[in-house]
């Protein structure tokens, strides 16, 4: 009996990669879910489904069905009965090989019902649904059963600290408490004048929040920032930053907007940077706004597909 462990991100393509492995079909294995898996928070603390993927051990009467080495019993000189050729009815007719209409085979389960038992509403018949490939038998909804936990008290009894830097320490760090990866704050600091508040905090896992462009600590500095200005009536800007990824890219941004502006000079034409998400596109509004006056920028394009053009500042009509 063949048996293979496979692991996917869910648990449809776990049984189809094992399939592939196995060189098996759906109804040719048994499916036994290991674990479902979990898409995890933020992209942290996913884990992948796990199927096992064994072989039915087929037993009973149909087991040799197809088996044609058998030896076959001997009818003498005499033909062997044909099984839909007796008294009373449906099976293949002698003339031709073809099933009478409204005739169901006894050993197809998933033939479809007669017409007249639909009519007269005898749902027995009827085919249960198989599982297609891919998918495993789950237990009906009515069977499951879900526990209501109570929230700690150290959750209800929260209150919003007034001071805005303090509400955002403590909401970074009961975040990354939430998440499983302790944090310590390594720098903080508020400029009332510009409205923004700065975090850098230190963990062992740096690398999951600087990976792909910074994705997972835009996502964070996004939720603590909802968090911030819940029921304020000033309006705060939240940078969050951790192994210097902000400064490294804040290096790298104005680099490229320098190159783009020495090809605007160069042509008289708009640059238009790539894409980029809207944290980046600000930092890019600020450079050209702080270092190069005689230049201007907008932005244009709906989405992820939202870019920043730069452009020579329009000349100011002499009013007469």
């Known amino acids: 009996m063949r048996e293979i462990k496979t692991e996917a991100n869910n648990i449809q393509d776990a049984v189809e990669k094992g399939l592939s492995e196995i060189g098996m079909r759906r109804d040719q294995v048994e499916v036994v879910v290991v674990s479902e898996g979990t898409r995890g928070f933020l992209g942290i603390g996913a884990k992948k489904a796990c199927v096992i993927l064994r072989e039915k051990k087929w037993t009973g009467a149909g087991a040799h069905d197809s088996d044609d080495s058998r030896p076959r019993p001997s009818y003498g000189n005499r033909e062997p009965r044909r099984s839909g050729g007796g008294r009373g009815g449906g099976g293949r007719s002698e003339r031709g090989g073809e099933r009478r209409p409204g005739y169901a085979s006894r050993g197809n389960r998933n033939a479809a019902p007669s017409q007249e038992s639909v009519r007269n509403g005898n749902r027995s018949e009827l085919p249960h649904p ?152 600000k930092l890019v509004h600020n450079i050209v706004k702080s270092l190069y006056p005689d230049m201007e920028t907008m932005s244009e394009g709906e989405g992820q597909w939202r870019k920043v053009v730069i452009r020579q500042t329009a000349p100011k009509q002499e009013v007469k």
């Open 130 to 281: 198989q599982p297609g490939r891919g998918e495993s038998v789950r237990p009906p909804a009515a069977n499951m059963v879900f526990n209501e936990e109570t929230l700690p008290e150290s959750v209800t009894s929260f209150k919003t600290p007034e001071d805005p830097l303090e509400h955002a320490k403590t909401a970074l760090l009961k975040m990354m408490e939430l998440l499983g990866m302790p944090a310590t704050i390594a720098d903080a600091s508020y400029n009332q004048a510009e409205a923004l508040v700065s975090l850098r905090f230190d963990c062992a896992q740096t690398e999951f929040f600087t990976c792909e462009n910074g994705r997972t600590l835009q996502a964070l500095q996004f939720l603590i920032n909802s968090m911030l200005n819940k029921n304020r009536q000033q309006r705060l800007a939240l940078r969050i930053d951790t192994g210097d990824y902000w400064k490294s890219k804040e290096t790298e941004i104005t680099k490229r907007v320098e190159q783009a502006v020495n090809e605007v000079k160069a042509s008289s034409q708009p640059y238009r940077l790539e894409p980029m998400p809207a944290p980046m596109r």
